[in-house]
């Protein structure tokens, strides 16, 4: 069965910084690209970042590009999400899915969310 | 910049057909894929790659996609499938979410 449990959400300042994990069991981890996607509270889903299933593409949505980063441990099936420079507008709840086989487009399977608050 | 756009809500009675639409210019030549989400929870692939099923999802779910929409049909809808539904599609190399539908069962 496959499992995605996010970690790492939680309350931080305007210009703070956070990391998401999440860790990825009952499927072969390293053979699948990865992504993040979020949802505001009362929103709809919003795509952040994704990565390759070897860690040597990673792709990000205008909103958060050059203040969040993606990365990945093939080694024990981890995936990351490094958000720096927080803002108000980052308010939301944090998924991480996994895409089909072969880079095919669709999230396959979804974590059950992770949220994150930027408040002062 | 690249948007997907969706009704922002369908009503529908039990056992009838709901359609859902996903509109964008030349959206055909893409592939779409939709998500059904309840409240409270993860999304749920339920349509990938304009008209496949995962496993596990019900026979009434169907999709299509031609000319610059695809649809999201529901036959037979029953009070289990009230949730928000979205489709979404590659540009470039972003993801793209339509904004949402909710989907009502009276």
């Known amino acids: 069965e496959v499992q995605l449990l996010e970690s790492g959400g939680g309350l931080v300042q305007p210009g703070g910084s956070l990391r998401l994990s999440c860790a990825a069991s009952?499927?072969?981890?390293?053979?699948?690209?990865m992504t993040w996607v979020r949802q505001a509270p009362g929103k709809g889903l919003e795509w952040v970042s994704g990565?390759?299933?070897?860690?040597?593409?990673?792709y990000y949505a205008d909103s958060v590009k050059g203040r969040f980063t993606i990365s990945r441990d093939n080694s024990n099936n981890m995936l990351y999400l490094q958000m720096d420079s927080l803002r108000l507008e980052d308010t939301a709840v944090y998924y991480c899915?996994?895409?089909?086989?072969?880079?095919?487009?669709?999230?396959?399977?979804w974590g059950q969310g992770a949220l994150v608050t930027v408040s002062s | 910049s690249y948007e997907l756009t969706q009704p922002p809500s369908v009503s529908v009675s039990p056992g009838q057909t709901a359609s859902i639409s996903c509109s964008r210019d030349?959206?055909?030549?893409?592939?779409v894929s939709w998500y059904q989400q309840k409240a409270g929870q993860s999304p749920v692939l339920v349509i990938y790659?304009?008209?496949n099923r995962p496993s596990g999802i019900p026979e009434r779910f169907s999709g299509s996609n031609s000319g610059n929409t695809a649809t999201l049909t529901i036959s037979g809808t029953q009070a289990l499938d009230e949730a928000d539904y979205y489709c979404?599609?590659?540009?470039?190399?972003?993801?793209?979410f339509g904004g949402g539908t909710k989907l009502t069962v009276l």
């Open positions: 899915a996994k895409e089909g086989l072969g880079s095919s487009g669709y999230f396959e399977d």
């Open positions: 030349k959206l055909g030549h893409q592939y």
């Open positions: 990565i390759s299933a070897n860690g040597f593409s990673t």
């Open positions: 790659r304009d008209s």
């Open positions: 979404q599609a590659w540009d470039s190399d972003t993801v793209v």
């Open positions: 009952g499927f072969a981890f390293s053979i699948y690209s």
